[in-house]
C-alpha cells in the first residue's frame, strides 16, 4: 500500500525567504506526481505535475523536482510571499487512470 | 477558469435529512470523477470513484448505501449523504481527470446539525 509523507508539518517563514517542502512515498512505481495548493475552506489548484520519466517541472518560483528511485520529491519555493501561504499537498498516481494517494500537507505561513 | 464545479458550495441540515452535492466537468466529458472527503487539517480521503453509466467503486469502510453516487451523464456527478449525521460534517470535493491530471472542484462544505 501507498503510504505519502510530507515534512515538515507547518512551516512559518518571513516574506523573501527560499524555502523547501519534501515529499516521500513508499513504493516508488509510481505513473506521476502531482504538487497542489489548498487555500482554507477551498478547494485544490495544481501546481506542478512531475511524470515519472521527468526529473523536474518549473512554473514561476516553483520548481518540483523528484527521484523515483529514492522515493522523493521536493517543493522548492523561492523569494516566498504572504499570498503564497496556504496547505502543500503532494500526490501520487500508481498508474494511468488509477487513484491518487495524498500526504498529510505542509502548512506554510510567509510573514510579511 | 475553474473546470470542475460544485454545488453547493456550502450546506447546513438537521441529522437525518439527506443531501444532494452536485460535481460538474465543465470542460471536458468524464466518464470517471472521483469524490474525496476532508476532515479538519487532515488531507483527502477518497470515498468513491464514479463512473459513468455503471455503478461507483467504493473506498474499504465507505458505506455504499449510505453515500449514493451517480454519475448519469459525462459531465455530471452526484453525491447523496443519505440520512446524514453529525460525524458526516465535512468538507467534500470531487476531482476528474484530464490526460492523468486532477482537476478539483471548489468544495462542499456540509455541516449536519
Known amino acids: 500500500k501507498q503510504e505519502v509523507t510530507q515534512i515538515p508539518a507547518a512551516l512559518s517563514v518571513p516574506e523573501g525567504e527560499n524555502l523547501v517542502l519534501n515529499c516521500s512515498f513508499t513504493?516508488?512505481?509510481?505513473?506521476?506526481l502531482q504538487w497542489f495548493r489548498q487555500d482554507p475552506g477551498k478547494g485544490l489548484t495544481s501546481l506542478l505535475l512531475?511524470?515519472?520519466?521527468?526529473r523536474e517541472q518549473t512554473s514561476g518560483r516553483l520548481n518540483a523536482s523528484l527521484d523515483k528511485s529514492s522515493g522523493r520529491s521536493t517543493l522548492y519555493i523561492a523569494a516566498s510571499q504572504p499570498g503564497d501561504s496556504a496547505t502543500y499537498l503532494c500526490?501520487?498516481?500508481?498508474?494511468?487512470?488509477?487513484?491518487?494517494?495524498f500526504g498529510e500537507g505542509t502548512q506554510l505561513t510567509v510573514n510579511p | 477558469g475553474a473546470v470542475v464545479s460544485q454545488h453547493p458550495s456550502w450546506v447546513i441540515c438537521k441529522s437525518g435529512t439527506s443531501v444532494k452535492i452536485e460535481c460538474r466537468s465543465l470542460d471536458f466529458q468524464a466518464t470517471t470523477m472521483f469524490w474525496y472527503r476532508q476532515f479538519p487539517k487532515q488531507s483527502l480521503m477518497l470515498m468513491a470513484t464514479?463512473?459513468?453509466?455503471?455503478?461507483?467503486?467504493?473506498e474499504q469502510g465507505v458505506e455504499k448505501d449510505k453515500f449514493l453516487i451517480n454519475h448519469a451523464s459525462l459531465t455530471l456527478s452526484t453525491l447523496t449523504v443519505t440520512s446524514a449525521h453529525p460525524e458526516d460534517s465535512s468538507f467534500y470535493i470531487c476531482s476528474r481527470t484530464r490526460t492523468d491530471t486532477q482537476y478539483f472542484g471548489p468544495g462542499t462544505r456540509l455541516t449536519v446539525l
Open positions: 513504493d516508488s512505481a509510481i505513473y506521476n
Open positions: 464514479s463512473n459513468e453509466g455503471s455503478k461507483a467503486t467504493y
Open positions: 512531475i511524470q515519472s520519466s521527468q
Open positions: 500526490a501520487v498516481l500508481a498508474a494511468s487512470g488509477s487513484r491518487l494517494t
